[in-house]
């Protein structure tokens, strides 16, 4: 499967798109950032988003697209553009049918280091060794949004067989009511 | 001049158009609130939102939208579904080119009752006044929506003033370097 990881920022939003599946080697398709300058309106800002996010979509076609989720008790001075960003990068997925998924950081830590408390270097070096790359992917929101990526396919099978197993069950009691 | 004014939400979100000029009186073009249910995944009630939002804007033809500010320090249950709802509203405006403002609740109690720390039942009190209803509109959420948009009636042109100015200014003082 191939899945497009956004980490997501209004000043810099990490995109890293993964091919793989559990079990299999991963490869990386592309990495980059989506940059806005912070002495435009918060609104134009989202607008570059939503294009970049778009024309990453149409480019690459990914099955899911994974995002981390945004607490509201994160960094207070930028947690709303990121969480507004994060908003548009979901609504560009969803309104053309493609999967979105979110995931915490503790858990991407925890998928690509084994420790839900891995530093942003340690999450790094493992990024660069599970995709076989020359170096570290820069900047770190690069290097985040492959973790994403990479997270959504080790954990994604999992969590769907779940998730449908649930809504089955929903259904089943839903019937014999 | 036409306003939608937003007061967003993603449970309930304020719709409200209002036509008038400095001076003049106000009046009522249309109101409502979008709607969408919990049981659903975020990013499905954001397109819900965009959807309306396009379909307000494409009904109504406004020449501005004004919409709440979000701050982080409001109610951290529903605050990031807030910031979302407000990011997709901004984005709808911006892309086809409307003018976006945000209007903090304080702005808004101040415009319409003079008192910036004024209630809810005196917001939705003076919107009925201010627009000549019948009855007060309601949910608050589209009392609140009219009220961001007189607000932007009664403040857009001395603020828009004030911001061609700074810009001319800023146009000068590059010229002269």
Redesign the interface.
């Known amino acids: 499967m191939r899945v497009l990881g956004i980490d997501p920022g209004l000043t810099r939003c990490g995109m890293g798109v993964v091919d793989g599946s559990i079990g299999r080697p991963l490869s990386l398709v592309d990495v980059g950032v989506l940059r806005t300058t912070s002495s435009l309106?918060?609104?134009?800002r989202?607008?570059t988003i939503?294009k970049g996010v778009d024309a990453w979509l149409d480019e690459h076609q990914p099955d899911a697209v994974a995002i981390e989720r945004?607490?509201?008790?994160s960094d207070?001075?930028t947690?709303?553009g990121t969480?507004?960003?994060?908003?548009?990068a979901?609504?560009c997925?969803?309104?053309r049918g493609v999967p979105?998924a979110l995931h915490t950081p503790s858990e991407v830590k925890a998928a690509v280091s084994g420790n839900g408390r891995a530093d942003k270097a340690q999450v790094g070096l493992m990024v660069t060794r599970l995709l076989r790359l020359d170096a570290m992917p820069k900047p770190a929101d690069a290097a985040d949004a492959l973790a994403l990526a990479i997270t959504h396919i080790w954990r994604g099978g999992a969590q769907n067989r779940l998730e449908a197993a649930v809504a089955a069950q929903a259904l089943k009691v839903g019937a014999h009511k």
Chains 1, 2 share one sequence.
Do not use: C, D, N, Y
């Open positions: 309106p918060v609104w134009e989202l607008v939503e945004i607490f509201a008790r207070v001075s947690i709303m969480a507004q960003a994060a908003g548009i979901m609504v997925a969803a309104r979105v």
